[in-house]
């Protein structure tokens, strides 16, 4: 069974940047598809970014595109969301999830984000 840990969060100015990680545990972790979701105060969690199991293919949500960058090191079973330009908008927990087939089936318990403006 897969254990995911963020980390990272924090409070920052818009305009700044942030870091998030997500450690996985279990051995099946370069084999699968990986994503950062997030979920803002009244509203439903959003898809933010993923990234295929060799790191090759990336997508964005629209509205971090160009700002946000997603990465993962296989060999040391993490993945990773930079942020840059953050905007008060961008303010929520952050989650990490492991994806299989065809959903995201293995949750952290997520790491907040305040970007103040």
């Known amino acids: 069974q897969v254990q995911l840990v963020e980390s990272g969060g924090g409070l920052v100015q818009a305009g700044g940047s942030l870091r998030l990680s997500c450690a996985a545990s279990?051995?099946?972790?370069?084999?699968?598809?990986m994503g950062w979701f997030r979920q803002a105060p009244g509203k439903e969690r959003e898809f933010v970014a993923g990234?295929?199991?060799?790191?090759?293919?990336?997508y964005y949500a629209p509205s971090v595109k160009g700002r946000f960058t997603i990465s993962r090191d296989n060999a040391k079973n993490t993945v990773s969301l930079q942020m840059n330009s953050l905007k008060p908008e961008d303010t929520a927990v952050y989650y990490c999830?492991?994806?299989?087939?065809?959903?995201?089936?293995?949750w952290g318990q997520g790491t907040q984000v305040t970007v103040s403006s």
């Open positions: 999830a492991r994806k299989t087939g065809f959903r995201y089936d293995a």
């Open positions: 279990g051995r099946t972790f370069s084999a699968r598809e």
């Open positions: 990234i295929s199991w060799s790191g090759g293919s990336t």
